[in-house]
């Protein structure tokens, strides 16, 4: 069975951190059996435009590329064919973990110019095979802020090991009822309860009691 915190938080109300979740949902017999936070492995990437886009002096290949991050400036040697003056793309400063090269990245100097941090592909943060150029976004996304909060990708994905009697778990509300029970907050009404239709109509069938 899997869902996410937010999916979770739909039908639980709850402060609890994700590790308090995980441990409670082990506690009561729903062994977590993984947990994928993409938001945590993208912490360090954000969204910045590119300003300015020049050849580099010594390579026909790379451009030294102006790159804003919000509150500042920076400046990036790259190779991507599709770096250019206007481009909203997602950047990595030098101590950020990049994932689909398996590398920390360093302050570098690239030919003989000084490289603050990488414009990135797809293939950099892990989310497809594609590295043919930097990632493009939307040219209204806000610069400086979080990659994987603007992308939907900083909702935790948990994973929980079902035994066979535990089918009222199959389904996140079930899950969010045992949390509850367990004291890690409170169930919220399901969706659409407040516009149910009251239980209450005329029986088919007739009774009679005949007393002695």
Not at 172 to 192: C, E, H, M, Q, T
Request: aromatic share 4%; with cysteine.
């Amino acid at each position: 069975m899997k869902f996410t915190l937010g999916w979770l938080k739909e039908h639980l109300d709850t402060e609890a951190s994700l590790d308090d979740i995980c441990r409670t949902l082990t506690m009561i017999g729903l062994e977590v059996d993984g947990v994928v936070d993409r938001g945590a492995r993208l912490a360090g990437f954000t969204v910045a435009r590119v300003i300015a886009a020049t050849p580099h002096p010594n390579a026909d290949r790379l451009k030294v590329c102006t790159v804003d991050l919000g509150d500042h400036e920076v400046q990036v040697v790259c190779g991507a064919p599709n770096a250019r003056e206007g481009l909203v793309g997602v950047f990595a400063p030098p101590g950020t973990y990049i994932p689909g090269s398996d590398f920390t990245l360093k302050d570098a100097e690239i030919r003989g110019v000084k490289s603050e941090g990488m414009l990135c592909s797809e293939r950099e943060l892990e989310l497809s095979d594609s590295h043919d150029g930097i990632i493009e976004l939307s040219a209204d996304s806000p610069i400086g802020a979080p990659y994987a909060k603007i992308a939907g990708l900083d909702d935790p994905i948990i994973e929980v090991g079902l035994t066979p009697n535990r089918g009222d778990c199959a389904g996140v509300r079930g899950i969010a009822r045992d949390l509850a029970a367990a004291g890690l907050g409170a169930l919220k009404r399901a969706p659409g309860w407040d516009h149910a239709v009251p239980a209450a109509f005329e029986s088919p069938v007739k009774v009679r009691i005949d007393l002695p």
